[in-house]
């Protein structure tokens, strides 16, 4: 007998709790067709993709469909064709692909003969079977979860951390499934030991720490995830910007036609039914605080120093960065701020270095000027007033231009649906829709500067002036730079000495003058 001829076992279930296609069945059928048929498949070549949806080929597959277009191997063995996927052009696209390389894809459980007309017939037939009974799965989850979304419920009834879930029972046939308990109403509970945790989250983030000092308090704490899991700073902002803890479900903008719902950042709120561990204003406060944040750069979201973000060089006017020197043994190390100009390119024409003890006393002394001025100076209030009115003029202007790029997108969409027969391909549609999202994104974080400048510039300063003053020795970095970055546009330095280097080449402070430019005023 001639040796066996070597293959692939391609093994997929959408959900690992799925007993009738278990990932065990699957190998049994595709070993006996292979042991009956005269293939081999080896324990390397055994493709298995777990708990992965069949609507795209964004799986393992992929890896054994490029080892037959290489020549590696000739077939790939599927239980059912339906395990190969459930979109009928993608599924038939990928064997077109297999079969021009030379291979085939074989069904162990469909004796469909590919060879012939009515065999290939057959197996479309199967692909779009496969893809109706996912549309009609997928209609009636649709179904579901409308329902509860009519109900202020979680749409997928999935576990919320702070909240415990009453009225639901694990299903005696699936202890991982959950049926309603008879006589029960389904609701979330705020948990007596996770709700102030998550209440706390919330509040700390506010004060101005960043996910990942959230995460890592967390994890000290041996507080685990709803999974079990650690925590890790994206998990930390999931589950804030959820807003769950605040009463609301965060849902897919349904106005969205989008192809992707799932990794679709156009989001709504709209309020649950559950009891919230957290006021409105703090929801309020926390929103306000990340649209702030997206317009920092990601290094100076949790910044290491107070001044991180905010000091710029004021001969190039390039942003100034804190650089920690190694010094000699038993002694502190030393910080420095650098125009990051002359860093990169050594170009900028005065390229400063100022100690960050220097530049704190220079900032604490002019903020404490700024509170003398506060207090006897009409002139500052003239130019808060001024500059809020500005600002409120731009930010009422971006609002204007972010509701005609909404109104863009809308007729982009009219049209593309009122000219389907159209010559226009529909990469064209996709393009400027992009470009439309790309500028939208841009107003998006302009307006939300405008919003704080203005705010800034229309509150009372002096109370968080005193604040800062009063806890200059005692706040942490992060809390610190986020006061200041209420009061303080820009701190600018000039240097006004001769640069000069140290033994082991280090640039030495020199002496330079330090600007404070309040964020009522303009650059200067």
Not at 414 to 419: K, V, Y
């Amino acid at each position: 007998m001639a040796d066996p001829i070597p293959a692939i076992g391609y093994i997929r279930v959408s959900m690992k709790r799925e007993e009738m296609l278990s990932p065990q069945l699957q190998r049994t059928s595709i070993e006996q067709w292979a042991r009956v048929n005269g293939r081999r498949v080896a324990d390397s070549d055994w493709v298995i993709d777990l708990d992965a949806t069949g609507r795209n080929f964004v799986r393992k597959v992929k890896g054994a469909i490029e080892r037959v277009v290489q020549g590696d191997v000739g077939e790939i063995i599927v239980y059912r064709y339906d395990r190969w996927g459930r979109n009928a052009r993608d599924a038939l696209a990928n064997v077109v692909r297999v079969e021009t390389a030379g291979g085939a894809l074989i069904s162990a459980t469909e004796p469909l003969d590919a060879e012939t007309a009515i065999g290939r017939y057959n197996r479309t037939n199967a692909f779009a079977l496969a893809e109706m009974q996912s549309d009609i799965i997928g209609e009636n989850w649709r179904g579901v979860r409308e329902h509860r979304i009519r109900e202020q419920l979680h749409p997928y009834g999935r576990k919320r951390f702070g909240y415990t879930r009453l009225g639901r029972i694990p299903d005696e046939d699936d202890p991982q499934r959950t049926r309603k308990e008879k006589g029960a109403t389904e609701r979330y509970v705020p948990d007596p030991e996770t709700g102030p945790v998550l209440a706390g989250m919330y509040a700390d983030y506010i004060r101005g720490d960043g996910g990942r000092t959230i995460a890592r308090s967390l994890n000290d704490r041996a507080v685990p995830t709803v999974r079990g899991r650690p925590w890790s700073g994206r998990t930390v902002l999931d589950t804030l910007d959820s807003g769950f803890g605040a009463g609301y479900l965060r849902l897919h903008d349904p106005s969205c036609r989008c192809a992707g719902p799932q990794r679709c950042p156009n989001r709504v709120w709209v309020k649950g039914s559950h009891e919230t561990v957290i006021l409105d204003d703090q929801w309020q406060a926390y929103r306000q605080r990340r649209a702030e944040t997206l317009t920092i750069p990601p290094r100076h979201r949790t910044p290491v120093y107070p001044l991180s973000g905010l000091v710029r060089c004021g001969h190039c006017r390039a942003a100034m960065t804190g650089v920690r020197l190694s010094t000699r043994r038993n002694r502190p190390s030393e910080v420095q701020f650098r125009c990051g100009r002359h860093r990169h390119y050594a170009d900028c024409p005065g390229h400063p270095a100022v100690a960050l003890t220097v530049l704190l006393e220079a900032v604490r002394a002019q903020i404490a000027e700024i509170a003398d001025d506060l207090d006897a100076a009409a002139a500052v209030t003239k130019a808060r007033t001024v500059k809020a009115k500005d600002a409120r003029g731009l930010a009422e202007r971006l609002g204007r231009d972010l509701a005609a790029a909404d109104r863009k997108l809308v007729r982009l969409a009219l049209l593309r649906a009122q000219d389907e027969d159209s010559d226009l391909p529909p990469s064209s549609w996709l393009a400027a829709a992009a470009e439309v999202k790309r500028d939208r994104a841009r107003i998006e974080q302009q307006l939300a500067v405008a919003s704080r400048e203005s705010a800034a510039a229309s509150a009372d300063p002096l109370p968080v002036v005193t604040g800062v003053l009063q806890g200059w020795d005692t706040l942490p970095p992060a809390r610190l730079n986020q006061l200041l970055r209420l009061l303080i546009r820009q701190v600018t330095v000039w240097r006004t000495g001769d640069p000069a280097r140290d033994s082991r080449g280090h640039w030495l402070p020199q002496p330079v003058r330090v600007k404070v430019i309040p964020i009522w005023q303009h650059n200067a």
